[in-house]
């Protein structure tokens, strides 16, 4: 089962300073179509971790156990451990700003810390146009769906003015080990030219 096509939704997220994992407010609920929603039909609030690692949406345990959901089958689920079957059920996601994608196959998987109730997969992620950028100290997080275009940084940069091409010293992030660099070495930033020509100012 797959929503009605829809006009395209989006929301942003900002977050200051870099973040070390996507999470977003979300609710779920059992599948169903716009035009015959339930009287009944409950909205289950959790959040949901972003993971382009993950081909298959997923929600936890604790999630189907407080939703009452019934398995529609079964999946066979590659992780570090090895593999193993899992319970699958379909479900609709609501994310922030009217962004709603239905009749999603999620998989069941064990509760994690308690972070968040469900993890956004692949098969969500590419249905729409996803976008992370840290930019002057602060991480921010977009969404569209369904998909409005396409999204090409190589050609932004190439329209963008002579004055935002100038080559930038290499910022330093505190808590990470920079190796040091001989003058007449290799710059590390993949220019081509020696370090002293290049950021080794």
């Given at each position: 089962?797959?929503?009605?096509?829809?006009?395209?939704?989006?929301?942003?997220?900002?977050?200051?300073?870099?973040?070390?994992?996507?999470?977003?407010?979300?609710?779920?609920?059992?599948?169903?179509?716009?035009?015959?929603?339930?009287?009944?039909?409950?909205?289950?609030?959790?959040?949901?971790?972003w993971?382009?690692?993950?081909?298959?949406?997923?929600?936890?345990?604790?999630?189907?156990?407080?939703?009452?959901?019934?398995?529609?089958?079964?999946?066979?689920v590659q992780?570090?451990?090895?593999?193993?079957?899992?319970?699958?059920?379909?479900?609709?996601?609501?994310?922030?700003?009217?962004?709603?994608?239905?009749?999603?196959?999620?998989?069941?998987?064990?509760?994690?810390d308690g972070?968040?109730?469900?993890?956004?997969?692949?098969?969500?992620?590419?249905?729409?146009?996803?976008?992370?950028?840290?930019?002057?100290?602060?991480?921010?997080?977009?969404?569209?769906?369904?998909?409005?275009?396409?999204?090409?940084?190589?050609?932004?940069?190439?329209?963008a003015?002579?004055?935002?091409k100038?080559?930038q010293?290499?910022?330093?992030?505190?808590?990470?080990?920079?190796?040091?660099?001989?003058?007449n070495?290799?710059?590390?930033?993949?220019?081509?030219?020696?370090?002293?020509?290049?950021?080794?100012f």
């Amino acid at each position: 089962m797959v929503l009605a096509p829809q006009k395209c939704h989006a929301f942003t997220q900002k977050h200051n300073g870099r973040v070390n994992r996507i999470l977003t407010e979300v609710q779920i609920s059992v599948a169903f179509r716009p035009e015959n929603q339930p009287a009944n039909v409950q909205f289950y609030k959790t959040r949901a971790l972003w993971d382009t690692g993950a081909t298959h949406s997923i929600i936890t345990d604790a999630t189907v156990a407080a939703m009452g959901l019934v398995p529609t089958g079964k999946r066979m689920v590659q992780h570090g451990g090895g593999q193993s079957e899992h319970n699958t059920h379909i479900v609709n996601f609501y994310l922030p700003n009217q962004v709603a994608i239905g009749g999603v196959i999620v998989t069941e998987h064990p509760a994690n810390d308690g972070a968040f109730g469900a993890i956004i997969g692949m098969d969500i992620i590419m249905g729409g146009d996803f976008c992370i950028t840290n930019h002057q100290g602060q991480s921010w997080v977009t969404f569209r769906y369904p998909s409005f275009g396409s999204t090409d940084y190589v050609a932004d940069f190439n329209q963008a003015p002579l004055n935002l091409k100038v080559r930038q010293p290499p910022v330093i992030v505190p808590g990470h080990n920079i190796p040091k660099v001989g003058r007449n070495e290799m710059c590390p930033c993949g220019s081509g030219r020696k370090y002293k020509k290049c950021h080794g100012f």
